[in-house]
Each structure stands twice: as C-alpha cells, then as structure tokens.
C-alpha cells in the first residue's frame, strides 16, 4: 500500500498542531499587586499645605475679580461702554494672575509627584510588588472590582513620603 503525500501533509500537520499544545509551557512566577490611595499621599506629603495656601489665595483674589465680571455680565446688553472696557481688563487681569499662581503651584506639585513616585517605588520594591495600581482610579474604572485590604500600601508609602 502506497501512502500518498497528500494524505500524510494535512495528518502532519495537525500532529504537529497537537503536540504543540500539549507540550508543557514555561510557568511565570506570580505577579504581586498592590493598591495605593494616591490622593492620600498626595496630601500627605509636607508640601501640600503650601499648595493649599496659595490656592486659597488664588480663590480669595481672583473669586473677587471673579464677582466684578460676573455684575458686568449680568447687565448684558445694558452695560456701558465703560463698564465693557473695565470686563475686559478684569478679564486680562484674571488670566495673568492665575498664571501667575499656576507658576508658583506647579513646581510644587511636580516636586510632590516625585517624591510619592519615589517613596511608591521604594515600598513596592522592597515588598515584592511588580505592580501597583491607584485604588481610585481602578475602582471606578471597573478595571478591578475586589482587593483583598492587604493588598493596601497607602500606609506604608505615607510613612515613606519625604
């Protein structure tokens, strides 16, 4: 009896098909997650108080520009030209003063992102973890819908924050 090769390629190939998927795979180590509360350390850090000072500030001086707009605003179509003038003014003014206290929050904030990354890093490392997401974020994004509170390094980062 002849075998012909037409018979024997496809048999080959699905032989060759199965034993790749029985063939055992490599196992991976396990991955260890962990969560943080990111606004918590945020907050934590000794810098936060001096970003809150300045915001609220910003929110006392510019709420009060704010205000004079808005009375403007409200006439309309009835405010004086004079009045239409003082907006815009209030409005320029508002503008470069928020970015006036943009500059003085911003590298503060940048410094206080640092040093959460950092302390973060230094906890999940030296506890094993090769991930570690934002509690918040992953709860409301459904991404995770149950962790264990073990799982929470928020106090053990905080006591790191520098």
Do not use: C
Not at 77 to 93: F, H, I, M, P, Y
Not at 98 to 126: C, G, W
Not at 127 to 137: A, C, H, L, P, R
């Amino acid at each position: 009896m002849k075998i012909s090769s037409k018979l024997v390629a496809p048999v080959a190939l699905a032989a060759a098909f199965g034993l790749g998927m029985v063939a055992p795979h490599a196992q991976t180590t396990p991955q260890k997650v962990a969560f943080v509360d990111v606004s918590k350390l945020l907050t934590a850090h000794p810098n936060d108080k001096a970003i809150k000072d300045i915001q609220a500030k910003a929110e006392a001086e510019l709420g009060a520009i704010d205000k004079q707009i808005k009375a403007i605003d409200a006439k309309g179509a009835n405010a004086t030209a004079a009045e239409k003038q003082t907006r815009d003014t209030l409005v320029k003014t508002i503008q470069a003063k928020a970015a006036d206290y943009d500059k003085q929050i911003d590298p503060k904030v940048t410094q206080i992102e640092q040093a959460v990354d950092k302390a973060v890093n230094a906890v999940a490392k030296s506890n094993g973890y090769s991930i570690v997401m934002d509690k918040g974020v992953a709860a409301k994004s459904g991404l995770v819908i149950y962790a264990d509170d073990s799982t929470d390094l928020t106090s053990a980062v905080v006591k790191n924050i520098k």
